[in-house]
């Protein structure tokens, strides 16, 4: 059993930012634990990567919304390597519906924020349990800048902001045993996931609201939560860091208010 090397779980590890958040963080020298639910091709091509970069990585498969397959999944990885160091709560456990609330069936909205709050609960419960005997670790939830939004995406939204608020709870209770807690709340960020779901024109709108005028990559998401994650980063303690290419800061530039005074 490696005791040595750092430990990092991440969820919904198989594609996207979850995908390049374990890239990035085998870079850095953790033993990555690439979570995934089904796609186990996709899974084991992200270990391969890592390997073949000189890192060291293991996919393991689990619903991160059943908590017997959590609790399956911590006892194979404290098995195999005596501790998880760092979690990063990254998995889509459900697709959100991007429907006016008019229409949305409650079935719909309630399957988003259950989902949502569901694999978070679960891998935290879990794995704080861990982190609290050792009294260290680091817990990254990957949220996003939806949680503010206003319009098609009430499920989503919703869900977001729940996440948001849950981890501030984690972190209150993490900190008095020596657990960082933060969150990074993203922007649009280009994806496969995105991508099925970006029309051309809320592209565009996107790009022409970023301060680099253009969508981030999830290389660039990566490297955010890998800062988060790393355990010399001490100075913030259940905060939401809003990571949108300066979507945010364009924006009340362009407001009115803000020209008229410039």
């Given at each position: 059993?490696?005791?040595?090397?750092?430990?990092?779980?991440?969820?919904?590890?198989?594609?996207?930012?979850?995908?390049?958040?374990?890239?990035?963080m085998g870079r850095r020298g953790y033993h990555v634990v690439a979570n995934y639910r089904?796609?186990?091709?996709?899974?084991?091509?992200?270990?391969?990567s890592i390997k073949?970069?000189?890192?060291?990585?293991q996919a393991v498969r689990a619903d991160v919304c059943d908590p017997e397959q959590v609790s399956a999944m911590l006892d194979r990885i404290r098995?195999?390597?005596?501790?998880?160091?760092?979690?990063?709560?990254?998995?889509?456990?459900?697709?959100?519906?991007?429907?006016?609330?008019l229409t949305l069936s409650w079935d719909d909205f309630i399957a988003k924020?259950?989902?949502?709050?569901?694999?978070?609960?679960?891998?935290?419960?879990?794995?704080?349990?861990?982190?609290?005997e050792e009294r260290r670790g680091r817990i990254v939830y990957v949220s996003s800048t939806a949680a503010d939004s206003i319009g098609t995406v009430a499920a989503h939204s919703t869900?977001?902001?729940?996440?948001?608020?849950?981890?501030?709870?984690?972190?209150?209770?993490?900190?008095?045993y020596g657990v960082v807690v933060n969150t990074v709340?993203?922007?649009?960020v280009r994806t496969d996931a995105t991508a099925g779901v970006m029309t051309d024109d809320l592209r565009k709108f996107m790009e022409s609201r970023s301060a680099f005028g253009r969508l981030l990559e999830a290389d660039e998401a990566a490297r955010s939560i890998a800062m988060l994650a790393d355990e010399d980063?001490?100075?913030?303690?259940?905060?939401?860091?809003?990571?949108?290419?300066?979507?945010?800061?364009?924006?009340?530039?362009?407001?009115?208010?803000?020209?008229?005074f410039e």
């Open positions: 059993m490696e005791q040595s090397q750092r430990v990092v779980l991440i969820s919904g590890a198989s594609r996207g930012i979850g995908a390049a958040t374990a890239r990035e089904q796609n186990a091709d996709a899974a084991a091509e992200v270990v391969r073949a970069a000189g890192g060291s990585a098995t195999d390597r005596g501790r998880i160091d760092a979690l990063v709560c990254n998995a889509n456990t459900v697709n959100p519906p991007f429907e006016p609330l924020v259950s989902g949502e709050l569901a694999g978070a609960y679960f891998l935290t419960q879990s794995v704080l349990r861990g982190m609290a869900a977001k902001a729940a996440l948001n608020t849950f981890s501030r709870h984690v972190a209150g209770v993490a900190a008095q709340a993203f922007g649009a980063f001490t100075a913030s303690v259940g905060q939401v860091l809003r990571v949108d290419g300066g979507f945010e800061v364009l924006d009340r530039q362009l407001h009115p208010m803000v020209r008229h």
